[in-house]
């Protein structure tokens, strides 16, 4: 029996960090099943009012006033993102911080009176990263996508491209990746002895201190 679930591993540009006075400038989705198999992808760069955008934002992702002039508006592109979500499924957002990019989403399709075509749960490479770290014992220097593509040796040194579309390939390739190293590991290894057995001195056949109180 196929899944319900569908994944949308998408990336977004700003022109800031700010929901109300910054705005979208470039959309990019990978559509896949619910065991990464892509579907469908599209980038979009979106017309974006000038003064909507930060000089420091500009230079992030290389603005240009006259190429973005020529970009289609934000409605349009929810439009046609919600023609690229498949059918009869519930469509996760998937993606690096994606919170951020969901938000921005968000705001932009209750602006617009399109519905949200994505489902309220989002799956982010941040978490999957940080578990793996656990697991494998190495330190979390940082949450961040630069820092989970350069420890899985995914990112060459031209660094995070900050283009929508390619960030959200590297998220991908990282986010399979790190399913691809996290393996089963003996429950001892994870859980202090103490926990896995009773007191020392502890009577034959007495409660432990977590079913005290059960009834």
Not at 181 to 202: C, G, I, K
């Amino acid at each position: 029996m196929s899944s319900k679930f569908c994944f949308a591993f998408m990336d977004c540009e700003f022109g800031g960090l700010d929901l109300e006075i910054h705005d979208i400038t470039e959309v990019g989705v990978i559509f896949t099943d619910d065991r990464l198999v892509e579907h469908s992808e599209q980038q979009w760069r979106v017309k974006a009012r000038p003064e909507r955008i930060s000089d420091e934002a500009a230079a992030i992702f290389g603005y240009d006033e006259a190429l973005w002039a020529e970009a289609p508006p934000i409605r349009q592109v929810l439009k046609e993102i919600t023609a690229m979500v498949p059918k009869g499924k519930v469509c996760v957002p998937a993606g690096q911080n994606v919170r951020m990019d969901v938000a921005f989403l968000e705001r932009a399709f209750r602006k617009c009176e399109i519905p949200y075509p994505f489902d309220y749960h989002v799956i982010d490479l941040a978490t999957l990263f940080y578990t793996w770290t656990l697991v494998a014992g190495e330190p979390a220097r940082a949450l961040s996508l630069r820092q989970a593509a350069t420890t899985a040796g995914l990112l060459g040194d031209g660094g995070v491209a900050h283009r929508a579309l390619a960030d959200a390939r590297l998220t991908l390739e990282t986010f399979r990746h790190y399913i691809g190293r996290l393996a089963p590991r003996d429950l001892t290894e994870l859980v202090p002895q103490t926990s896995l057995e009773p007191p020392e001195n502890a009577p034959v056949g007495s409660a432990s201190g977590a079913d005290v109180g059960k009834g």
